[in-house]
């Protein structure tokens, strides 16, 4: 299952939102590599994802939901990466 970074990324480049190229320079990336990342075959990093989520919630008004979103699942893995959420080694009580 491919990311939800690779997901937006591949319409916006399929819809000619953006093309590979101009994806490459806006998320400081090799032109392989942005190709790797619509493929699913290279996982994109937190900081680029945030990236794309805030150049498409700033530039692309007709995918600025998924945006939104995706800016939303960076904040919460950052945050957890981070040691910030709580996490529990079992379900709590019923």
């Known amino acids: 299952m491919k990311s939800r970074s690779s997901q937006l990324l591949k319409i916006l480049i ?3 939102e ?3 190229d101009d994806m490459a320079s806006e998320l400081a990336a090799t ?3 942005i190709d790797a990342f619509v493929l699913g ?5 937190l900081p680029q994802q945030l990236c794309l ?5 700033a530039k692309s008004p007709k995918y600025q939901r998924r945006g939104h979103t ?3 699942q960076v904040a919460a893995a950052i945050a957890f990466h981070a040691h910030e ?3 529990h080694a079992r379900p709590p009580i019923s």
């Not at 075959?41 to 990093?45: E, N």
């Open 41 to 45: 075959d290279l996982p994109m990093p």
């Open 85 to 87: 959420t709580a996490t």
């Open 31 to 33: 032109r392989a590599d």
């Open 70 to 72: 995706l800016r939303a």
């Open 14 to 16: 399929e819809a000619g």
């Open 53 to 57: 989520a805030l150049l498409v919630i």
């Open 18 to 20: 953006f093309t590979a």
